[in-house]
């Protein structure tokens, strides 16, 4: 079973300051996927990326950029150049290919970006 | 159009009385979730179903019962509702009964039991 730690709980940066969000996961599956989603203030869940866990590249959209390092288990999100619009709860999710199995959330981190 | 949609968006009712939340999505997708979250925001898988077959089953009371007449929709029915009940309940969908696709989410059912 996976279990994923999202140490921390809460996050409160100013605009336009980087900001990495830690997460570390545990999993038995050779092969598995790893997410993060966001959830902003009004509530909906939001997909922000996949990696497959044989795909070790970091990868950039924008102002978000993702570092999965397998040897430590751990998948960061960083946000260069903070934004209001970037206060959310963040999720990380391990995700297994066996079926009859669910995405496990992290508790989550909350990021307050004030202006 | 919505992928997935969930019906009501907010449901307040008392104590003991039984409610269903209703959802439905358009993707084609094969498998179908429910997830609660509570006030912490931890989110806890509650069931899933693959093609109408239910595959995950998690330690939920047994006043939650789920339903799925066919891959686009999932109900969730709970009978005799408890103060402990009230989060926001989630459904999710997926392509595939494993997780290399991720989830689309609905927008979320409040529940609040007084």
């Known amino acids: 079973a996976q279990k994923v730690t999202q140490a921390q709980t809460e996050i409160s940066v100013v605009e336009k300051e980087d900001v990495t969000l830690d997460c570390v996961y545990e999993?038995?599956?050779?092969?598995?996927?790893l997410f993060w989603y966001k959830q902003p203030p009004s509530g909906e869940l939001v997909f922000l990326i996949r990696?497959?866990?044989?795909?070790?590249q970091n990868e950039i959209s924008g102002r978000y950029s993702w570092n999965f390092q397998k040897s430590t288990s751990s998948f960061n999100f960083t946000i260069t150049a903070s934004q209001v619009v970037d206060s959310a709860v963040y999720f990380c999710?391990?995700?297994?290919?066996?079926?009859?199995?669910?995405?496990?959330f992290g508790k989550g981190t909350t990021l307050s970006v004030s202006s | 159009d919505t992928a997935v949609s969930q019906t009501p968006k907010y449901l307040v009712t008392q104590m003991g009385n039984d409610k269903s939340i209703k959802c439905e999505q358009n993707?084609?997708?094969?498998?179908m979730y429910w997830y609660k979250q509570d006030s912490k925001k931890f989110l806890k898988i509650m069931f899933s179903?693959?093609?109408?077959?239910?595959?995950i089953n998690e330690t939920v009371p047994n006043r939650f019962s789920p339903k799925s007449p066919d891959k686009a929709h999932l109900n969730l029915h709970i009978n005799s509702l408890e103060l402990g009940d009230s989060a926001v309940y989630f459904c999710a969908s997926s392509q595939g009964a494993g997780q290399g696709h991720g989830y689309t989410f609905g927008s979320g059912t409040r529940l609040t039991v007084v």
């Open positions: 999993t038995r599956d050779t092969t598995y996927y």
């Open positions: 993707l084609g997708h094969d498998t």
């Open positions: 999710a391990p995700g297994s290919c066996q079926a009859g199995t669910a995405l496990i």
């Open positions: 179903y693959n093609n109408k077959e239910l595959i």
């Open positions: 990696r497959n866990s044989f795909d070790e």
